[in-house]
T-cell receptor, first 111, second 114 residues
Framework: TQLLEQSPQFLSIQEGENLTVYCNSS?????LQWYRQEPGEGPVLLVT???GGEVKKLKRLTFQFGDARKDSSLHITAAQPGDTGLYLC???????????WGAGTKLIIKP | ETGVTQTPRHLVMGMTNKKSLKCEQH?????MYWYKQSAKKPLELMFV???????ENNSVPSRFSPECPNSSHLFLHLHTLQPEDSALYLC?????????????FGSGTQLSVL
């Protein structure tokens, strides 16, 4: 069974601090998606990483796919209250059309 | 606004009630999905429809009955639910059915079963 473990489960920090959240698995994924879900809303896709070692930047957010395509990280620089939300990762596993989802990291940025 | 609209936003129902959740997408997508989201658990895929045909039913109890009358509309009919069915039910759509397609989610229906 493919699993995606996200850590930490919960993170509360002050505005302006940096943070990193992780998405780990023992399985290899052909691609990995990161979503942000704000309170009362559905998840919204932020980025898809496809190549091992790939780094993608979205303003203050930096996404990295592990070299072995088993793990990924999301680094936020100078966090803002607008970054508050549930961050979900979802992996595409070869030959299986269902996405494998992590349980998410709940992030709160305090003003 | 993601182009996927779900109603109602909140629903409280008793275990003997029958209710339906509605989802509509305005994106011209061919695939639609129902997901269940419980606190601190991964999203659970319930049903997948591609071009109005059901292509996946993830061992979901029969008290959940999906309906896809056309490629823009998706329903989830609920009857004799259990308290453990309380969760956020999310509808999503995508252009195609493959896993590398971008999913567009609605805001969800927060369901409470008493």
């Amino acid at each position: 069974t493919q699993l995606l473990e996200q850590s930490p489960q919960f993170l509360s920090i002050q505005e302006g601090e940096n943070l990193t959240v992780y998405c780990n698995s023992s399985s290899v994924f052909s691609s990995l998606q990161w979503y942000r879900q704000e309170p009362g809303e559905g998840p919204v896709l932020l980025v898809t990483v496809v190549t091992g070692g790939e780094v993608k930047k979205l303003k203050r957010l930096t996404f990295q796919f592990g070299d072995a395509r088993k793990d990924s990280s999301l680094h936020i620089t100078a966090a803002q209250p607008g970054d508050t939300g549930l961050y979900l990762c979802a992996g595409e596993w070869d030959s299986n059309y269902q996405l494998i989802w992590g349980a998410g990291t709940k992030l709160i940025i305090k003003p | 606004e993601t182009g996927v609209t779900q109603t109602p936003r909140h629903l409280v129902m008793g275990m003997t009630n029958k209710k339906s959740l509605k989802c509509e997408q305005h994106l011209g997508h061919n695939a639609m999905y129902w997901y269940k989201q419980s606190a601190k658990k991964p999203l659970e895929l319930m049903f997948v429809y591609s071009l109005e045909e059901r292509v996946e039913n993830n061992s979901v109890p029969s008290r959940f009955s999906p309906e896809c009358p056309n490629s823009s509309h998706l329903f989830l009919h609920l009857h004799t639910l259990q308290p453990e069915d309380s969760a956020l039910y999310l509808c999503a759509s995508s252009k195609g059915q493959t896993t590398n397609e971008k999913l567009f989610f609605g805001s969800g229906t927060q369901l409470s079963v008493l």
